[in-house]
């Protein structure tokens, strides 16, 4: 699996757009960047997956560089519920391949 | 929407004790995985399981640990002998069969083990 570099805490305001920033350099060809967040020692929560094409849902949206090397989650109006860790992984997408998620980015959305 | 369910969500015993935790994947879906978070850490890979088998596991998953799919709906982590060390949250996920897209594993919310 890839190794990928998150800053360790990030703030947003309520309302604005949350930019959540992922480094995977050494991402191979056939690896998908996931997102996924996990709110106060839930279950982690799928928010969007991504190859080479940028991607939305109702969630967010991913934008990845087109080298392969970095990608942003994008949260284009931050709520309170969205605090939480996002962890950005790489993975082959593959049934029953393993998630390594890494420390994740803690994302503090404020008033 | 669909979603994955475990009970319980905690689950307090003694050390030596055998435990079993229990997860309904979501009805559709083949894969089935377990995952650890010891409180602080990541969160871990232990195993996921296929068609009654074991796919992959991880060096975690020691012979103390064993999973089951005893009927068409419920899937089962069984520890032996439980260490005090073992005390975690444990996630069950499931996902579909693998397609030409990607495979998306959705996570439960987690049975909380304590050890004592």
């Known amino acids: 699996d890839a190794k990928t570099t998150q800053p360790t805490s990030m703030d947003c305001a309520e309302g604005r757009a949350a930019n959540l920033p992922c480094n995977h350099s050494?991402?191979?060809?056939?690896?998908?960047v996931y997102w996924y967040r996990q709110i106060h020692s839930q279950g982690p929560q799928y928010i969007i997956h991504?190859?080479?094409n940028n991607e939305t849902n109702e969630m967010a949206s991913l934008i990845i560089t087109e080298d392969r090397k970095s990608s942003t989650l994008i949260l284009p109006h931050a709520t309170l519920r969205d605090t939480a860790v996002y962890y950005c992984?790489?993975?082959?997408?593959?049934?029953?391949?393993?998630?390594?998620f890494g420390e994740g980015t803690q994302l503090t959305v404020n008033p | 929407e669909p979603e994955v369910t475990q009970t319980p969500s905690h689950q307090v015993t003694q050390m030596g004790q055998e435990v079993i935790l229990r997860c309904v994947p979501i009805?559709?879906?083949?894969?089935f995985y377990w995952y650890r978070q010891i409180l602080g850490q990541k969160v871990e890979f232990l195993v996921s399981?296929?068609?009654?088998?074991?796919?992959?596991k991880s060096e975690i998953f020691d012979d103390q640990f064993s999973v089951e799919r005893p009927d068409g709906s419920n899937f089962t982590l069984k520890i032996r002998s439980t260490k005090l060390e073992d005390s975690a949250m444990y996630f069950c996920?499931?996902?579909?069969?693998?397609?030409?897209?990607?495979?998306?594993?959705?996570f439960g919310p987690g049975t909380r083990l304590t050890v004592l």
């Open positions: 996920a499931s996902s579909e069969l693998w397609h030409p897209s990607t495979d998306t594993q959705y």
């Open positions: 050494t991402i191979s060809g056939n690896e998908y």
């Open positions: 991504g190859l080479k």
């Open positions: 992984i790489g993975a082959l997408g593959s049934s029953g391949s393993r998630l390594t």
């Open positions: 009805s559709n879906h083949l894969y």
């Open positions: 399981f296929y068609n009654n088998e074991i796919s992959e």
